[in-house]
């Protein structure tokens, strides 16, 4: 007995098949929470490895274990990075049910825009309309980019 596949009656998915997934409340909000909590935690790293330039040591394996004994236990380094990596995860997630085309632009260019606002909020000096100039354009651009997903 020889077995017939009727490859007529087998769906394959395609860019053309597919319904594009909708742009809902939830794929906003968990964007801008991925954003928030990669953009407002840069500052906070970088606070928390003051002093990591100046570890010295006499061997490179020397160097490394300073370093990662600088690091690791220091809560102001570790604490951020931990909501930093916790933003990776809902990050992840967010891919699971939101276009690829969407949610890279936006949560990689509102980081930027989370970073200078935490920065700014800590007294960092920023380079004033320049700054100011370029956020408003990354806000303006992903306002866009979402639109241009839901219409």
């Avoid at 200078?116 to 303006?140: D, F, H, N």
């Amino acid at each position: 007995m020889s077995k017939t596949i009727d490859f007529t009656r087998i769906s394959m998915d395609s860019p053309e098949n597919t319904a594009p997934a909708s742009v809902d409340i939830y794929a906003v909000l968990s964007i801008l929470l991925v954003a928030i909590m990669w953009g407002a935690t840069n500052p906070f790293i970088k606070r928390g490895s003051i002093g990591y330039n100046e570890l010295k040591a006499d061997s490179k394996l020397g160097q490394l274990w300073l370093e990662v004994r600088f690091l690791i236990t220091r809560w102001q380094y570790l604490l951020p990075l931990v909501i930093n990596q916790l933003g990776s995860i809902v990050y992840v997630l967010t891919l699971q049910r939101t276009e690829l085309s969407l949610t890279v632009p936006m949560a990689n260019s509102l980081t930027f825009v989370f970073t200078a606002i935490t920065a700014r909020l800590l007294g960092e000096r920023q380079s004033g309309w320049k700054i100011y100039c370029g956020m408003t354009l990354v806000i303006l651009g992903t306002v866009i980019c979402g639109l241009d997903k839901m219409l």
